[in-house]
């Protein structure tokens, strides 16, 4: 038997041969005479067409054939006869492999993206799911084909470490401690010396020192791995478990890093957009009518590049009422953000932040008070790449480890890359949730990512 997938039996017109198609049953119409059955196998956002003479198939059989029940379908592939269809198959032989009764979820269109978070375990049989899925792994995959054309090698950096990469400590912590009798050093402190590494670990959130030893030897390489934060952020844009590829370059200054950023993103939305076209259309047209136009001017434009310093004046200068005052020093809110991308119509590049707001690896410029830091703000999804050229100076960066309280002896094997054959070199951190949300029109960064990790939620 051979086996078609439905994308490949829609672009077909090799007519009157015998196929076999497998899938699930979207929907059954039909008469006294004949039904019509959609199938759709997750290989395209389409159904395929089936035509059953009622006749030629037993009623009991029919009766299995429901919305969301499974089947394999043989018949010959026809020039469809019918209206919003190029090709059909008139069914000669049905199989249904298991049923799915009326308690089926999915039995109406429409449903709320809330609801099918519910039942995220039947979400990847909706349209929606099918589509973010398939521009999911679209995006992955060309993320690894950029890098392996630009001449980078993939680096498998650890997911469990006794580092934290950020500073932030918003860590998970890894134990094989009994929870309920800890072993205490005199002082009541927990004695990790009797843990399974022998001391304090945690799921990694960001491969960018392992990155950064790597590219001090094969000077470009990438990661591309799940991270985690312990951060108590219920929003729109953070998930505890998400994945990130982060870039990391020996030679390159932030100048190359930003060009490295928009040339990757251009690349992989554009990829996209070739790929994934009637799924991005299907998106565009249910939840963002703006989605097309935005991916086409995001790949065709150059984004806007300035300094964090110049986009606070752009909002003191601005007429608008914000929740949170710009002031230079502090954090940007998602409200200014989407204020400057809306302000310029682009994706913007700021650089140059104060060095108190950011993380201790980054390089300090000669004022003193900013540091070569480069984050990207896109649409929707706010900050969606964070980078920067880092400290290659010993002391600078030993003395910025100090003033930000990050445990310098502990991290001897990281300083040690400053001493031996220290280089310039940048590089960053692309979210992959957040390049999602932009390119399929998701608000939610929990319905970009196949089973959503949020606080209070673990479930499926
Ligand atoms: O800006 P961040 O924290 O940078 C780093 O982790 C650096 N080590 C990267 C580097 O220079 N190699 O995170 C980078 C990106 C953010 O811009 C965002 O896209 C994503 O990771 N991100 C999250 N995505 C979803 N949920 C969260 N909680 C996220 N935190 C960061």
Redesign the pocket.
């Known amino acids: 038997m051979t086996k078609y997938s439905v994308k490949d039996l829609l672009n077909s017109t090799d007519f009157n041969r015998e196929v076999t198609i497998q899938g699930w049953v979207r929907t059954k119409r039909g008469g006294k005479e004949i039904a019509f059955i959609a199938v759709n196998d997750g290989s395209t956002i389409h159904n395929i067409q089936v035509v059953a003479s009622i006749a030629s198939f037993s009623e009991e059989l029919l009766k299995k054939v429901t919305t969301g029940a499974s089947v394999s379908i043989k018949g010959t592939l026809v020039k469809s006869q019918g209206q919003g269809q190029a090709v059909e198959i008139q069914a000669k032989g049905i199989e249904v492999y298991g049923t799915a009764d009326e308690t089926f979820p999915l039995q109406k269109k429409g449903h709320t993206l809330e609801f099918l978070r519910e039942i995220a375990h039947l979400r990847p049989r909706t349209n929606t799911f099918g589509a973010v899925l398939r521009i999911r792994h679209a995006l992955s995959f060309a993320i690894h084909s950029y890098f392996n054309n630009h001449g980078f090698f993939y680096l498998h950096a650890p997911v469990i470490t006794a580092a934290d990469?950020?500073g932030a400590g918003e860590m998970f912590r890894v134990t094989t401690l009994d929870l309920k009798n800890l072993p205490l050093n005199p002082d009541g402190s927990i004695n990790f010396k009797e843990d399974f590494f022998g001391k304090p670990a945690y799921l990694t959130?960001?491969?960018?020192l392992e990155?950064e030893l790597a590219a001090l030897a094969l000077s470009k390489v990438y990661t591309f791995g799940p991270?985690f934060?312990a951060?108590n952020?219920n929003t729109p844009?953070?998930?505890?478990e998400?994945w990130?590829i982060?870039p990391?370059m020996a030679f390159y200054d932030i100048h190359d890093n930003m060009n490295l950023a928009e040339d990757l993103l251009k690349y992989v939305i554009g990829y996209a957009l070739d790929k994934c076209g009637d799924d991005i259309r299907f998106l565009n047209d249910m939840y963002d009518k703006e989605l097309l136009n935005r991916l086409h001017h995001a790949i065709k434009e150059p984004f806007q590049r300035m300094t964090y310093t110049e986009a606070i004046e752009v909002l003191k200068a601005s007429d608008k009422k914000f929740e949170f005052r710009p002031e230079w020093g502090s954090d940007l809110q998602k409200e200014h953000e989407n204020f400057l991308v809306d302000h310029f119509g682009k994706p913007v590049i700021l650089t140059d932040y104060p060095k108190d707001i950011k993380?201790f690896y980054m390089k300090l410029n000669d004022d003193g008070k900013t540091v070569r830091a480069m984050?990207?703000l896109f649409h929707y999804?706010g900050?969606?790449?964070?980078?920067?050229q880092r400290e290659e100076n010993y002391d600078t960066l030993l003395r910025r480890m100090k003033e930000m309280n990050v445990p310098a002896e502990e991290m001897k094997w990281y300083l040690d890359t400053r001493k031996y054959g220290s280089v310039p070199h940048s590089?960053?951190?692309?979210?992959l949730?957040?390049?999602l949300q932009f390119t399929t029109g998701m608000t939610n960064?929990r319905d970009v990512i196949p089973f959503p990790r949020t606080p209070k939620n673990a479930e499926f």
Not at 383 to 388: D, R, T, Y
Not at 427 to 431: A, D, R, T
């Open positions: 990469a950020e959130v960001s491969g960018q990155g991270t934060r951060e952020s844009r953070h998930l505890a998400f990130m982060e990391e993380a984050d990207i999804a900050e969606i790449i964070g980078g920067s590089g960053f951190g692309l979210g949730e957040r390049l960064v």
